[in-house]
């Protein structure tokens, strides 16, 4: 699937997108792109609009205004053409429990219509990347957190899409996990044509990993940008994310104002 | 900590049961469209008008069985060829009552079960500082609401019904029978739950495993089977009846009579009619009184064992069994058609209610084979027998077709990530029915054949019905994905979407009778104008269904 055919060579451009659920909008006009050999980081506090933004992307959601194009293709009215070319880690590792990882794997592929030899090849490398050799024939309901993102990942990797969208992809993952998709996303938006979209609220994760990155508050873009660019609009110049994030979505005063709070009780 | 404190915590995770069992977020469904500040409520109600529905539908089988009791004299004499006394008739009336509410009740708790177990609503309350008792209590009063409304129409019902129709001694004898069936059904519905998790669903995938999950769903199944088989088996147990009592006093009779629930049921017409209402000797007498007492003795071990034994279930892990073999990490693919079929059928493997969806028109083919074998069965010809077990099978498969597409909801946020056409979804559902199908119909055709020799006969008229078979497993599926793109995703199951499953099902089953009512039509015989004639409406029927369902639906 790399190597289909796109309409823009653009991975992922979203242009005032509004996702509701029937009460006040969870994202509200956004407008973003992710460029070709980019991991963008999308940055927020829980309920900023993350997950709902990424919902749309991937097709779960339907948009109630704006618009979502993956290298030029609409989720909402060319499902198949869009889908195939991305790849998704969800938030939360909810699969078919009753299938294996094998089964699960083999479904999966077979629905992104991979040759069988790649597919074979594939699978077999990205089994052993993940050490999930052990727990290849147990069924999903068996297994432990970490696990199942691990079976999401190599999910996510097997049909090499130009697109990974990754919703928390590190959660409940153990350190030589982490370390590998680490790496794995660096190397994968080496060649200049794929993009990432990794959306995280782990600070120094995406401030080690992502080309740029975009703060997310109440599902409205605060800021957007590389990291030195970020640091020039706040008011420090050697201020982390965490720092520059809290100043944007004025947080820090709340923060410490609860600590306060509690110290006192 | 009390009752009422465990009638509080029981309700609460009701209320969160409720929600799982309707909109599935713990199985990966997402957030529907619309508002969202009525979930709760909206899930509450559908429960509730499922539960409704099942227990209308056991009403109208009380009902039903009432009426029978009623007229049982004019009954007997329009319906059987041959001598069956009054009180045997109404013995076999309410054992087949109280067979198909513990049936019904039985499968109800099936449909239900995986969702309490998968919604961890039991773990969540293990963790609150609440003492041993007041979390069993809730665990087992939450159990109990799973079936309030039906059970509850079984207990009142059943006896009111029997008082009304046979009088009033009558009625008060059927209670030790209702209640244990309730009883056997709860204990059944957690038995066979416990039995899933430790067997079933933690079993390993790989060729060997897969062969002997389906071996333990066989085994599990053929009990449930009693739902529909007694409406297949009825007429040969009426007639085995008649022989039995006919003869007198004899050990066949006092051994079908401690068979559950024959013991039980035969207590009306002794109520009724006293102890010679039935053939029964002192010793036969001596066997029904010992066993009614051992019956409901094990229908209250059941219910104090459902105290303690709900929270365990609700708590156990999924273990898994069997060992691990040596097997390469590559993968195998097929078409996206074909690999919607295997991931159903590998689900269904671990799912005892959709395994028991394909079971049920295979099981019901095998003893419609059988059954041509009985001493005393219709010998009417290779034609009107290719007819009961093609329109039996056709019509059992499609039937069950709806129910196919809640196995979307497990991971549906996932599974809408897929590039999987909503077409490639439909077909590989409707192939699995196709599927059934063949198989029910080659399971009679094989066990007739060895006896009537007319493979021809039989095969023509399973090929004439295919098409409709396919066109109607189209029209439901694709009804059904109508709904799920405009409404949100429907569960199509007995406890929460019973609605939608019956909604389309009808046009399904129109689709699946027309082929059969052009051939009765044209004389109900095997002539090749009249296979002709089935076979067109039915290819027809595939011809309008696939384009006219099909055509809106794309990605």
């Given at each position: 699937m790399a190597s289909s055919p796109v309409r823009s060579p653009l991975p992922l451009a979203l242009d005032g997108l509004t996702v509701a659920y029937g009460g006040p909008p969870a994202v509200n006009g956004l407008s973003l792109e992710v460029r070709p050999g980019e991991i963008y980081g999308l940055l927020g506090s829980n309920g900023a609009g993350k997950s709902s933004t990424i919902k749309a992307v991937v097709g779960i959601v339907r948009p109630a205004a704006g618009r979502v194009s993956v290298f030029g293709f609409d989720p909402v009215t060319e499902g198949v053409e869009t889908k195939s070319r991305v790849g998704y880690v969800p938030e939360t590792s909810l699969l078919y429990e009753s299938l294996t990882p094998r089964e699960f794997l083999e479904f999966v592929a077979s629905v992104r219509r991979l040759p069988p030899a790649s597919a074979a090849e594939r699978g077999q490398a990205l089994v052993a990347a993940f050490r999930l050799e052990e727990e290849y024939d147990r069924p999903i309901a068996t297994l432990s957190n970490g696990t199942r993102q691990k079976v999401l990942l190599v999910a996510a990797l097997l049909h090499q899409p130009p697109l990974l969208v990754l919703d928390e992809p590190l959660n409940h993952l153990d350190p030589r996990a982490v370390r590998l998709v680490k790496d794995l996303l660096v190397r994968y938006v080496a060649d200049g044509g794929r993009g990432v979209l990794f959306s995280t609220h782990t600070m120094e994760v995406a401030e080690r990993l992502c080309t740029r990155v975009g703060i997310l508050d109440r599902g409205v873009l605060r800021a957007e940008g590389t990291l030195p660019a970020l640091r020039e609009r706040s008011a420090h110049g050697d201020a982390t994310l965490e720092e520059i994030f809290l100043g944007l979505t004025e947080e820090a005063g709340e923060v410490r104002a609860a600590v306060d709070s509690l110290e006192r009780l | 900590m009390g009752w009422r404190a465990a009638l509080r915590l029981s309700g609460t995770a009701f209320t969160e049961l409720s929600l799982q069992a309707i909109y599935a977020f713990r199985q990966g469904n997402v957030l529907p469209g619309g508002a969202t500040g009525d979930l709760v409520p909206k899930a509450r109600r559908r429960v509730l008008q499922s539960k409704a529905m099942v227990s209308g539908l056991l009403g109208f089988l009380t009902l039903g069985a009432a009426f029978l009791l009623r007229d049982s004299s004019l009954v007997i004499a329009h319906a059987f060829p041959y001598y069956l006394s009054t009180a045997a008739f109404d013995t076999g009336v309410v054992t087949a009552l109280l067979g198909l509410d513990l049936a019904f009740l039985w499968w109800t708790g099936l449909q239900v079960l995986p969702t309490l177990l998968s919604s961890s609503v039991l773990p969540v309350l293990e963790t609150l500082p609440l003492d041993e008792r007041t979390l069993r209590r809730a665990a087992a009063i939450l159990y109990l609401r799973l079936f309030d409304l039906p059970a509850l129409t079984v207990l009142v019902l059943t006896p009111v019904l029997v008082a009304a129709a046979v009088g009033l001694p009558a009625g008060l004898a059927v209670i030790p029978g209702v209640v244990a069936a309730v009883a056997f059904a709860l204990a059944l519905s957690l038995l066979t739950a416990r039995f899933f998790v430790a067997r079933v669903?933690?079993?390993?995938?790989?060729?060997?495993?897969?062969?002997?999950?389906?071996?333990?769903?066989?085994?599990?199944?053929?009990?449930?089977?009693?739902?529909?088989?007694?409406?297949?088996?009825?007429?040969?147990?009426?007639?085995?009846?008649?022989?039995?009592?006919?003869?007198?006093?004899s050990a066949p009779f006092d051994l079908l009579l401690v068979a559950f629930p024959f013991t039980l049921a035969s207590l009306p017409s002794l109520a009724a009619g006293g102890s010679s209402a039935l053939p029964l000797g002192s010793l036969g007498l001596g066997a029904v009184g010992v066993a009614s007492a051992v019956y409901l003795g094990l229908a209250a071990a059941c219910l104090a064992w459902l105290g303690g034994a709900v929270r365990r279930v609700g708590q156990a892990p999924f273990g898994v069994a069997g060992s691990s073999p040596p097997s390469p990490f590559g993968l195998r693919t097929t078409g996206p058609v074909r690999s919607?079929?295997?991931?159903?059928?590998?689900?269904?493997?671990?799912?005892?209610?959709?395994?028991?969806?394909?079971?049920?028109?295979?099981?019901?083919?095998?003893?419609?084979?059988?059954?041509?074998?009985?001493?005393?069965?219709?010998?009417?010809?290779?034609?009107?027998?290719?007819?009961?077990a093609v329109t039996s099978a056709a019509l059992l498969a499609t039937f069950f077709g709806p129910a196919f597409f809640a196995i979307e909801v497990l991971a549906y946020s996932y599974g809408r990530t897929l590039p999987l056409a909503d077409r490639s979804l439909v077909l590989g559902k409707a192939a699995l029915v196709v599927a059934i199908y063949l198989v029910a119909a080659g399971v009679v055709l094989g066990l007739v054949d060895l006896r009537l020799r007319a493979p021809l006969v039989f095969l023509a008229f399973v090929l004439a019905e295919l098409p409709a078979v396919a066109a109607a497993s189209v029209v439901e599926l694709g009804l059904v994905l109508r709904r799920v793109r405009r409404k949100g995703l429907p569960v199509v199951n007995l406890y929460s979407g019973s609605w939608t499953a019956i909604l389309v099902a009808v046009p399904g089953l129109i689709v699946v009778a027309l082929p059969f009512t052009a051939l009765l039509l044209d004389g109900g015989s095997s002539s090749t104008a009249a296979l002709g004639l089935m076979a067109l409406v039915s290819v027809a029927e595939l011809g309008l269904a696939v384009p006219v369902l099909l055509g809106g639906v794309g990605s």
């Open positions: - | 669903q933690g079993a390993r995938g790989g060729g060997g495993s897969t062969v002997l999950r389906w071996a333990y769903l066989v085994l599990w199944v053929i009990p449930a089977f009693g739902l529909f088989g007694f409406v297949t088996l009825a007429p040969a147990f009426f007639r085995e009846l008649a022989h039995l009592t006919g003869a007198g006093p919607v079929l295997v991931k159903d059928l590998r689900i269904a493997s671990r799912n005892p209610g959709y395994a028991f969806l394909i079971l049920l028109p295979v099981l019901d083919a095998f003893a419609l084979g059988l059954l041509s074998y009985a001493p005393g069965s219709s010998t009417g010809g290779a034609d009107s027998l290719a007819l009961g």
